[in-house]
């Protein structure tokens, strides 16, 4: 491993001329993904600074807004009285995600800029698109079962890793950027971006940018009518080969409103805006459902190992709205 | 009392000194006593940083890798070691720590603490896990340095340092013969104190059945619970079949 220097940011401000001063710094928070990293080779940094102490509260605001600290750990965010009642599906992303140890260590900023988990990007003895444009992707002709099938591009068939993201997403949470040049927010769809030709970013963060917090709106029944499904290879501490993070409110058996957002199948959680639209004012059967998750993958670009992901994704989704809706008997739903 | 037919006593293995097959006593294996090789608690030197010649091949190939280069320019702009004070086990250090240094390998090479294990050195397997600030944590994957001001515990730590007594934990775990080489056990062990606490504290799993509306008090803990909740320790002898038990049993306080 680089040496690198490192030092402890006081403020956030503090953090963001750390970085700013030097061209190869990086931001730590946890480490549970960044350490590792930088011990495969894959991340070099000439400087590390420690943001892990910056942000660690969770705020309710006047307007019923939950503020969810940069630095709050992944164990204290899912465990949250606020986050269980109010935002289950996020609660229970969290719980599925990683293990006990690796969320007490894990950040809600670095939990959204983890790198994807795909074996080629972390394997400095193969080319990869994502590490070193340009060099090429084996993932298409090798091992691609896990990777994505929708966002993708020729460059780059990357997952992005995170379940806590792909709640996020669906719950229309808002992630606050400190910068040089100032504040920004920015929903999830903006936050992260699709590799195209240029799978080296996989954020439209700039060098310096430091995710703050991250917004919740406030609570209403539809984040209260929400869940997160998770399919994946063993039955606890595994990578999602396909999740989904769902809500729904009826009216009459009619959607009122309904959100969808899936992981594990795009280069970032994958909010199908498609299949919501779809479904807005209609009745809501397995059958409307599925056809509305077809319609969102109609653009889908799977490769042989990996297809099976879109049948999948309906069926996640199928799944979590009739459960969310109490169309199934409780008892014949799987495990989260 | 001591866990069923484990011998305290050994056939001498191939060199003098040597221990039981898995060079570990049972005792050891609960993180009762020490590890052999334990150290004096003297620093140790500081690492030195490998400079390379002339680039190698393999960096002027196509696909050359990303791998970390030593550049002296930054070398000398920066410092890539830092002044640490340390809170292992209620005794305070203070070293000099390269920033590259992992807690695991501080507390095996600079302490001689060998009880915490190195598995995977990448967060996957559990063997590493200790406490900070009585959370537990991947050790592999903390650096050192961040860790200044925080009160570490590890595996020796956890029970009575004067012979006293052993961790309710550590005894269940005899009681139930709960490992079968002993490698993962430290970081089991660490792992299900800290299970019992977050279940105390009505920190919820992936298992938890829908509490009432609002209710966030204690877990009962049940097999499934436990082993979800143990889910970030491997154990690759397949000894979970007594390590759930063993958990449930610190669990509902039941000594023997």
């Known amino acids: ?336 | 009392m001591w866990g069923p037919a484990l011998p305290e006593a050994w056939p001498a293995g191939p060199y003098a000194g040597d221990g039981p097959a898995s060079g570990l006593t049972s005792a050891q294996k609960a993180g009762v006593v020490p590890a052999r090789h334990t150290r004096p608690d003297t620093p140790g030197p500081t690492r030195q940083v490998r400079q390379t010649g002339g680039p190698p091949a393999w960096r002027r190939s196509r696909f050359r890798p990303t791998v970390a280069r030593v550049t002296p320019t930054h070398l000398a702009s920066e410092a890539t070691t830092s002044t640490v004070g340390l809170s292992i086990n209620g005794r305070h250090h203070q070293w000099d720590i390269d920033h590259r240094t992992s807690l695991l390998d501080t507390l095996r090479e600079r302490l001689g603490l060998t009880g915490t294990k190195k598995g995977c050195d990448q967060g996957q397997c559990g063997a590493c896990t200790v406490l900070i600030d009585g959370r537990r944590v991947n050790s592999c994957l903390v650096l050192a340095v961040t860790t200044q001001g925080r009160e570490i515990t590890t595996i020796e730590g956890i029970g009575s340092a004067d012979g006293g007594g052993l961790h309710p934990v550590q005894q269940a775990f005899l009681d139930h013969d709960a490992y079968q080489c002993g490698y993962c056990t430290p970081g089991q062990i660490c792992s299900a104190i800290a299970v019992l606490d977050e279940a105390a504290a009505g920190w919820p799993s992936a298992v938890t059945a829908q509490q009432p509306d609002g209710y966030d008090g204690p877990v009962g803990l049940d097999a499934a619970e436990v082993r979800e909740r143990m889910s970030g320790n491997l154990c690759r002898c397949g000894a979970y079949a007594n390590i759930v038990p063993a958990v449930l049993d610190a669990a509902n306080g039941e000594q023997r």
């Open chain 1, 1 to 336: 491993m680089r040496p690198f220097g490192y030092r402890q940011a006081g403020s956030a401000q503090d953090a963001i001329d750390a970085v700013m001063a030097d061209t190869e710094a990086v931001f730590l928070g946890g480490g549970t993904n960044l350490v590792d990293l930088m011990r495969l080779g894959v991340v070099s940094p000439g400087r590390v600074v420690d943001v892990s102490g910056l942000a660690t509260t969770i705020d309710l605001l006047d307007a019923g807004t939950l503020r969810i600290g940069a630095g709050v750990r992944n164990s204290d965010l899912a465990a949250d009285p606020r986050v269980r009642r109010h935002y289950p599906a996020l609660s229970q992303a969290l719980l599925a995600g990683a293990s006990g140890q690796l969320r007490n260590m894990a950040t809600v900023g670095g939990n959204l800029l983890q790198r994807t988990r795909c074996l080629y990007f972390q394997d400095v003895s193969k080319p990869c698109n994502k590490r070193q444009n340009g060099t090429g992707c084996p993932a298409r002709t090798g091992i691609h079962r896990d990777l994505g099938v929708i966002g993708t591009s020729e460059s780059c068939i990357a997952t992005h890793p995170s379940d806590m993201a792909v709640a996020l997403t669906a719950l229309d949470a808002v992630a606050l950027v400190d910068g040089p040049t100032g504040s920004r927010r920015l929903s999830l769809d903006q936050f992260y971006r699709l590799p195209g030709d240029d799978p080296t970013r996989d954020t439209t963060l700039a060098h310096g940018e430091l995710i703050t917090a991250v917004e919740l709106p406030p609570p209403s029944a539809l984040t209260a009518a929400s869940g997160y499904r998770k399919a994946r290879d063993r039955a606890s501490y595994a990578f999602a080969v396909g999740s989904v993070a769902g809500a729904v409110t009826l009216v009459d058996g009619a959607v009122q409103d309904v959100r969808l957002a899936f992981g594990a199948v795009a280069p970032r959680p994958w909010r199908a805006h498609t299949a919501e639209n779809a479904l807005r004012g209609g009745q809501l059967t397995g059958e409307a459902v599925a056809a509305a998750i077809d319609a969102e993958f109609a653009a889908a670009e799977p490769l042989p190992d990996n297809a099976f992901k879109i049948l999948l994704a309906r069926n996640l989704g199928v799944a979590m709205l009739s459960d969310l809706a109490g169309l199934r008997d409780e008892a014949a739903g799987g495990t989260r």
